[in-house]
């Protein structure tokens, strides 16, 4: 029988669903995006000008300069996995083990490795604002974030619209800084859901590295904690600072008929994607890392 290949549309809702319920940097993602159809990169134009001068009475304006160039988004992350359920597995859960699986593979593989992916990216972006590394306790966690607003406020980045980023191993810290509580006599929250205007999205801390490894696939696979890394306490990001693209998130699926190795029901998954800093906003951006 020849291959005939499923883009299995029933599919499409369940992974952007995932990816939407558990990605935390999906907040991050552009209304409008660079076209990359039918290329691998795109162009963006930048321009600068300068300042102000003293208009002269004799001689009139001050001359200015302009420039104008062109930053180069060029996508580099090609990942994928081939996953199959035997015939018979699938059959005696009912048929639910084929969409389960898929289902726990985007959540527990491609998930994380897209958050990690990106913040590692953000982090070793030159020119963002980062602090050195350090330990955060309750009576210096706010102090850590107030400064890192005051820094982004000195350079001038948008204040409307940023979030802040925090390693899930800061939340008890973070809820302890601050003396309150929510709710009835029956339930009571102390979990800090934003800070001065800022919506708090708290990372789980294996996504929240300064670099990471993309394993290829061959002894190991996923992603780790680069061998350098620093584990990030937090991040304010500002979304327009940024640009996630994935260009091709399809799955392929292949029944159990159409399937020539084996007696199985067949998922390929393919991956190419990446994430930018615009250079002209990456002020938009402050790191606070840890020590270890």
Known sequence: MANSIEYAQKFLPIIDDVYKASAVTEGLDAGIKPDFSGVNEVKVLKVSTTGLGDYSRTTGYPQGDVTVG??????NEERGKEISVDRMDDEETLGTAFGKVTGNFMR?????????????KYAGTEDILTTDAAVLTKDTVLAAIDEAVKEMDAAEAPQEGRKLYVNSDLKPILNGAL???WGSDGTVSTVLAGYNGMP??????TRFYTAITLNDGSSAWGYAKGAEAKNI?????????????????????????????????????RLYHDCFVYQNKAKGIYMHKSTV
């Open 200 to 205: 708090i999205i708290y990372v789980p801390k």
């Open 233 to 269: 306490n937090f991040m304010i990001i500002y979304p327009e600072a940024v640009l996630q693209v994935k260009k091709f998130a399809l799955p392929k699926v292949f029944t159990p008929d159409e399937n020539q190795k084996l007696d199985a029901w067949l998922f390929q998954f």
């Open 70 to 75: 062109w930053e180069t988004m060029k996508l």
């Open 179 to 181: 003396t309150r509580q």
């Open 108 to 120: 527990n593989w491609v998930v994380p490795e897209l958050d990690a992916y990106r913040f590692a």
